[in-house]
Nanobody, 124 residues
Framework: QQQLEESGGDSVQPGGSLRLSCAAY????????MAWFRQAPGKEREGVSC????????VYADYVQARFTISRDNAKQPVYLQMNSLKPEDTAIYYC?????????????????WGQGTPVIVSS
């Protein structure tokens, strides 16, 4: 039924780039804040970036500033995460999440829908 699905994860060398995509099935994302989270092995899930429904307001974690860009298309769907200058520390499972009617945040409990995750591996 209603779900999110991520795609685009891959194994890349340090300094490489990837573009992740998040699509919705069974519902529409027009009025949702959309966020990307990631979880590295043995670590807790952490927020990466968030974008408001309008696409005008974005939020980034400090550790991805100037390297990652979140965006959504003119129809507010799908949502993308462009990742440049990737580092080994970026290795994680990346999840997209939808938060209906709320401000962008990195509080995972506030998000209503989650994808299954797509793996990103950055290594030489």
């Amino acid at each position: 039924q209603q779900q999110l699905e991520e795609s685009g994860g891959d194994s890349v060398q340090p300094g490489g780039s990837l573009r992740l995509s998040c699509a919705a099935y069974g519902f529409f994302l027009e009025y949702y804040n959309m966020a990307w989270f990631r979880q590295a092995p043995g670590k807790e899930r952490e927020g990466v970036s968030c974008i408001r429904p309008s696409g005008d307001t974005t939020v980034y974690a400090d550790y991805v500033q100037a390297r990652f860009t979140i965006s959504r298309d003119n129809a507010k769907q799908p949502v993308y995460l462009q990742m440049n200058s990737l580092k080994p520390e970026d290795t994680a499972i990346y999840y997209c999440a939808a938060d209906y009617g709320q401000l962008c945040s990195f509080v995972s409990d506030e998000y209503d829908y989650w994808g299954q995750g797509t793996p990103v591996i950055v290594s030489s």
